[in-house]
């Protein structure tokens, strides 16, 4: 099928799984990650797409959104630095979800939860204004100018994101990609956002992950945008 013809897609990843996982890491994804998934985001438990309502996980914490965790270091520093909210992280990598896990395991914390897949499909089932703030970090590029719509950053995802967001809730996005930064300053506003900060310098409690360390290695400059919801 050529791109032309391939059929509009919703997701904005590639590939779900990487390298062989250790055994370690299988056993995490088997025994540890159904206890840290968050339910009702599937159609296998929420044959009827109701409304997921957070409050049943997380009581009435602040609930905070990951969009893509990689290999989970932000997020588990985020939990443990802030047990007054709660994170949801989104990843459909299983290698990454693997590392995730085993992350938690180690540092112990308990105010967050994965959904192992797209987003969008639990932005899907949120209410209107259920989250505080949300992360995007080091987001896949896709450089070819063909797949620049499968950029987090269109209109396709910005919107979903905009309504499960409180208003004034900030959302962050951290990328080594001159052309990542373009569309998204082209995007984001239109979505509904106001650009609060754009700096070559991280956020005070910003966790350096392994992505950002390879962009550093190899000569690249990140970028560190804030936008408010309006």
């Given at each position: 099928?050529?791109?032309?013809?391939?059929?509009?897609?919703?997701?904005?990843?590639?590939?779900?799984?990487?390298?062989?996982?250790?055994?370690?890491?299988?056993?995490?994804?088997?025994?540890?990650?159904?206890?840290?998934?968050?339910?009702?985001?599937?159609?296998?438990?929420?044959?009827?797409?109701?409304?997921?309502?957070?409050?049943?996980?997380?009581?009435?914490?602040?609930?905070?959104?990951?969009?893509?965790?990689?290999?989970?270091?932000?997020?588990v520093h985020m939990a443990a630095r802030y047990p007054e909210i709660a994170i949801?992280?989104?990843?459909?990598?299983?290698?990454?979800?693997?590392?995730?896990?085993?992350?938690?395991?180690?540092?112990?914390?308990?105010?967050?939860?994965?959904?192992?897949?797209?987003?969008?499909?639990?932005?899907?089932?949120?209410?209107?204004?259920?989250?505080?703030?949300?992360?995007?970090?080091?987001?896949?590029?896709?450089?070819?100018?063909?797949?620049?719509?499968?950029?987090?950053?269109?209109?396709?995802?910005?919107?979903?994101?905009?309504?499960?967001?409180?208003?004034?809730?900030?959302?962050?996005?951290?990328?080594?990609?001159?052309?990542?930064?373009?569309?998204?300053?082209?995007?984001?506003?239109?979505?509904?956002?106001?650009?609060?900060?754009?700096?070559?310098?991280?956020?005070?409690?910003?966790?350096?992950?392994?992505?950002?360390?390879?962009?550093?290695?190899?000569?690249?400059?990140?970028?560190?945008?804030?936008?408010?919801?309006?």
């Open positions: 099928m050529t791109e032309e013809a391939e059929p509009s897609r919703r997701n904005f990843y590639g590939r779900s799984h990487g390298k062989t996982l250790r055994q370690s890491q299988k056993g995490y994804l088997a025994e540890d990650l159904p206890g840290l998934t968050l339910r009702g985001v599937t159609t296998a438990d929420n044959p009827g797409r109701t409304p997921l309502d957070l409050s049943v996980h997380f009581g009435g914490r602040p609930v905070w959104l990951e969009v893509g965790f990689g290999g989970g270091e932000h997020m949801v992280g989104c990843e459909p990598f299983v290698n990454g979800v693997a590392m995730l896990v085993g992350r938690i395991k180690a540092a112990g914390v308990s105010n967050l939860l994965i959904h192992p897949g797209d987003a969008r499909d639990l932005m899907d089932v949120l209410p209107d204004g259920a989250l505080s703030k949300a992360f995007l970090n080091y987001p896949d590029p896709w450089p070819k100018s063909r797949h620049h719509r499968r950029r987090f950053v269109t209109q396709d995802h910005l919107r979903p994101l905009h309504r499960v967001l409180k208003p004034e809730a900030e959302f962050r996005v951290a990328t080594d990609i001159a052309d990542y930064v373009r569309q998204t300053l082209e995007e984001v506003p239109e979505a509904g956002f106001t650009l609060m900060s754009h700096s070559a310098a991280p956020w005070e409690d910003w966790y350096s992950t392994r992505y950002e360390q390879k962009a550093l290695r190899e000569g690249r400059v990140p970028h560190y945008l804030t936008f408010r919801r309006n």
